[in-house]
């Protein structure tokens, strides 16, 4: 593992790279032929494949703070203890200021060297990469994935670190770093929407097992967890002999330990494990470090942009998840039926990268609809219909309008998601006509001009062609004034702090990017399903069907 360390590029590494080369270089000649994979090679996926397989251990570990009972105290019903998971290196490097320590170990080291070193080298160093690469500092480390990837408010940075003798010089850039920025965006569409007034005792945790009788969490012993689950990690990184293996043991481990805790300790998201969860994110933040390295694809810059597909290969061949997830290091393995493998890749639809792996691997392949799991329940999993258990997952509740405050009801409800429904209306109505009157400008600036030449008369007409379009979505479907005159409102701004407000309370503790964008999603759903019910049931009501509750589900399915 010491080899790890220095970067370096010794015969032994340049062995793997021929093997591996050897393996798939027949799948890269098939794959390139893909409009999708246009100018991806085999230089390029060497290239930048132990980086990927590196960043993913970051995501596996950004929410390591979860196994710790500080997490659950926090969070318990009634506790004012502050939440300080991405701070935990730190505490675990014996650092813990008198005001957070509980337990006399509380200032006592527990991470082992060789994992400190994993956790706190720079990954350029780690890698033998530059420290600037495609425009990313690679300078950070992966303990800024731990302790940066909400911000930097509680940060425990000490100068009396073991490893550092300086305070953090990415205080006060790190959250612009890409790396960190797609982690928190991949991090956000995993979150739950359980209500505050779910959250549970610290006396009693329970894992909530979607059908099945809960299991109760042993509180007390995540600690100790979380100290051996350091020891077993540290132990494999010593005799690990390149990136891939550290990558494996890192998931074979976490398998063990994460699955023992919570990622949400609030009910109803409390189906979601920390193990669940860092799958989750570690399977779109791979996704999206493919795209962005591998196909020169730019990151999503929040949740809105983050866009899907399921892989359907009806093949079970362990082979396949290998050259995906591995070899390629581009999409990792969602679930596996009786007779198919389902990965997550981003929104594409390309026949011919499909034609590549029917060619590559001898099976058929397909993808699902765009941001959608259903296909994954299409099988059957230990020859049961997965259908029936999809039907029923889709109606589990999360939360009622009663959990979210006194007087609350599912009328009131609607009708607020009707308003903000309308507010979002009204904002692009508001754009039209702020359009309509450049527009209007526009031509009385042509028609009083002193030249009437063909150029001009042809711009002109074009712009009046537009001007009727523009005029016409204004004035389709329900008027302006209609919308201030129920609200009342003078115009949109007016409504914004309504808007606000109510998400923060429907979707707390997660607390929305903007009014605006917020309110353009849930219009874009009414534009989709035509029902503020249905809306309501999906934003509010019922679990929604996010990666993190599909891998949880499938875990849960596959033991009983």
């Given at each position: 593992?010491?080899?790890?360390?220095?970067?370096?590029?010794?015969?032994?590494?340049?062995?793997?790279?021929?093997?591996?080369?050897?393996?798939?270089?027949?799948?890269?000649?098939?794959?390139?032929?893909?409009?999708?994979?246009?100018?991806?090679?085999?230089?390029?996926?060497?290239?930048?494949?132990?980086?990927?397989?590196?960043?993913?251990?970051?995501?596996?570990?950004?929410?390591?703070?979860?196994?710790?009972?500080?997490?659950?105290?926090?969070?318990?019903?009634?506790?004012?203890?502050?939440?300080?998971?991405?701070?935990?290196?730190?505490?675990?490097?014996?650092?813990?200021?008198?005001?957070?320590?509980?337990?006399?170990?509380?200032?006592?080291?527990?991470?082992?060297?060789?994992?400190?070193?994993?956790?706190?080298?720079?990954?350029?160093?780690?890698?033998?990469?530059?420290?600037?690469?495609?425009?990313?500092?690679?300078?950070?480390?992966?303990?800024?994935?731990?302790?940066?990837?909400?911000?930097?408010?509680?940060?425990?940075?000490?100068?009396?670190?073991?490893?550092?003798?300086?305070?953090?010089?990415?205080?006060?850039?790190?959250?612009?770093?890409?790396?960190?920025?797609?982690?928190?965006?991949?991090?956000?569409?995993?979150?739950?929407?359980?209500?505050?007034?779910?959250?549970?005792?610290?006396?009693?945790?329970?894992?909530?097992?979607?059908?099945?009788?809960?299991?109760?969490?042993?509180?007390?012993?995540?600690?100790?967890?979380?100290?051996?689950?350091?020891?077993?990690?540290?132990?494999?990184?010593?005799?690990?002999?390149?990136?891939?293996?550290?990558?494996?043991?890192?998931?074979?481990?976490?398998?063990?330990?994460?699955?023992?805790?919570?990622?949400?300790?609030?009910?109803?998201?409390?189906?979601?494990?920390?193990?669940?969860?860092?799958?989750?994110?570690?399977?779109?933040?791979?996704?999206?470090?493919?795209?962005?390295?591998?196909?020169?694809?730019?990151?999503?810059?929040?949740?809105?942009?983050?866009?899907?597909?399921?892989?359907?290969?009806?093949?079970?061949?362990?082979r396949i998840e290998t050259y995906f997830s591995e070899v390629l290091a581009m999409s990792?393995?969602?679930?596996?039926?009786?007779?198919?493998?389902?990965f997550i890749v981003p929104n594409m639809r390309s026949k011919k990268f499909l034609t590549?792996?029917?060619?590559?691997?001898?099976?058929?392949?397909?993808?699902?609809?765009?941001?959608?799991?259903?296909?994954?329940?299409?099988?059957?999993?230990?020859?049961?219909?997965?259908?029936?258990?999809?039907?029923?997952?889709?109606?589990?509740?999360?939360?009622?309008?009663?959990?979210?405050?006194?007087?609350?009801?599912?009328?009131?409800?609607?009708?607020?998601?009707?308003?903000?429904?309308?507010?979002?209306?009204?904002?692009?109505?508001?754009?039209?006509?702020?359009?309509?009157?450049?527009?209007?400008?526009?031509?009385?600036?042509?028609?009083?001009?002193?030249?009437?030449?063909?150029?001009?008369?042809?711009?002109?007409?074009?712009?009046?062609?537009?001007?009727?379009?523009?005029?016409?979505?204004?004035?389709?479907?329900?008027?302006?004034?209609?919308?201030?005159?129920?609200?009342?409102?003078?115009?949109?701004?007016?409504?914004?702090?309504?808007?606000?407000?109510?998400?923060?309370?429907?979707?707390?503790?997660?607390?929305?990017?903007?009014?605006?964008?917020?309110?353009?999603?849930?219009?874009?759903?009414?534009?989709?399903?035509?029902?503020?019910?249905?809306?309501?049931?999906?934003?509010?009501?019922?679990?929604?069907?996010?990666?993190?509750?599909?891998?949880?589900?499938?875990?849960?399915?596959?033991?009983?």
């Open positions: 593992m010491g080899k790890l360390y220095s970067g370096i590029k010794s015969a032994e590494k340049e062995r793997r790279l021929q093997r591996i080369k050897g393996n798939i270089i027949q799948f890269m000649n098939l794959l390139t032929k893909s409009a999708d994979y246009k100018g991806v090679n085999l230089n390029k996926v060497e290239k930048y494949r132990d980086l990927i397989l590196f960043l993913e251990i970051g995501a596996y570990l950004h929410d390591i703070g979860k196994l710790s009972s500080y997490f659950v105290i926090s969070k318990a019903k009634g506790s004012k203890a502050k939440d300080f998971h991405g701070q935990i290196l730190f505490v675990d490097l014996g650092l813990a200021p008198a005001s957070l320590s509980t337990e006399k170990e509380d200032n006592t080291r527990i991470i082992p060297e060789s994992l400190e070193k994993l956790l706190f080298t720079p990954i350029n160093e780690l890698l033998g990469m530059p420290p600037l690469v495609e425009s990313i500092d690679l300078s950070i480390s992966l303990s800024h994935l731990v302790c940066a990837h909400h911000n930097c408010s509680r940060c425990l940075y000490l100068h009396n670190n073991s490893f550092h003798n300086l305070p953090c010089r990415f205080k006060d850039k790190i959250q612009k770093n890409p790396l960190l920025s797609l982690l928190r965006t991949v991090d956000h569409i995993d979150a739950s929407n359980a209500s505050d007034n779910n959250k549970q005792g610290f006396s009693k945790i329970e894992r909530d097992n979607f059908f099945y009788p809960p299991t109760k969490i042993s509180v007390e012993h995540l600690n100790s967890l979380r100290k051996q689950f350091y020891g077993d990690l540290n132990e494999a990184i010593k005799i690990a002999g390149n990136m891939l293996q550290v990558n494996k043991e890192v998931k074979k481990i976490t398998n063990k330990y994460f699955v023992q805790c919570l990622s949400e300790t609030r009910k109803y998201g409390n189906d979601i494990t920390l193990l669940d969860h860092s799958k989750s994110v570690a399977a779109f933040y791979k996704m999206f470090l493919f795209d962005f390295f591998i196909r020169g694809r730019a990151f999503p810059k929040s949740f809105f942009d983050v866009h899907f597909r399921i892989l359907e290969i009806a093949s079970t061949e362990k990792n393995l969602v679930a596996r039926s009786d007779n198919s493998s389902y590549a792996i029917s060619e590559n691997f001898n099976t058929s392949a397909a993808y699902g609809p765009l941001d959608d799991f259903s296909v994954l329940f299409n099988e059957t999993l230990n020859r049961e219909e997965l259908t029936k258990f999809f039907l029923r997952l889709k109606i589990l509740h999360i939360k009622n309008p009663e959990d979210i405050k006194a007087d609350y009801n599912k009328e009131k409800a609607i009708q607020d998601i009707k308003k903000t429904v309308f507010f979002a209306i009204l904002r692009r109505k508001e754009a039209l006509a702020r359009k309509l009157k450049s527009l209007d400008r526009h031509l009385s600036n042509l028609e009083n001009g002193n030249t009437h030449d063909k150029k001009n008369i042809a711009n002109f007409i074009v712009k009046k062609h537009e001007m009727e379009i523009t005029r016409a979505r204004l004035e389709k479907g329900v008027s302006m004034e209609s919308i201030k005159n129920l609200y009342g409102w003078e115009s949109s701004r007016d409504g914004e702090k309504d808007i606000y407000d109510f998400f923060s309370l429907i979707l707390s503790p997660i607390r929305p990017p903007s009014p605006n964008k917020m309110s353009d999603f849930m219009l874009k759903q009414y534009l989709k399903h035509h029902s503020f019910k249905r809306i309501y049931e999906e934003m509010i009501e019922y679990r929604p069907l996010i990666l993190g509750r599909i891998y949880a589900f499938f875990r849960t399915i596959k033991r009983r």
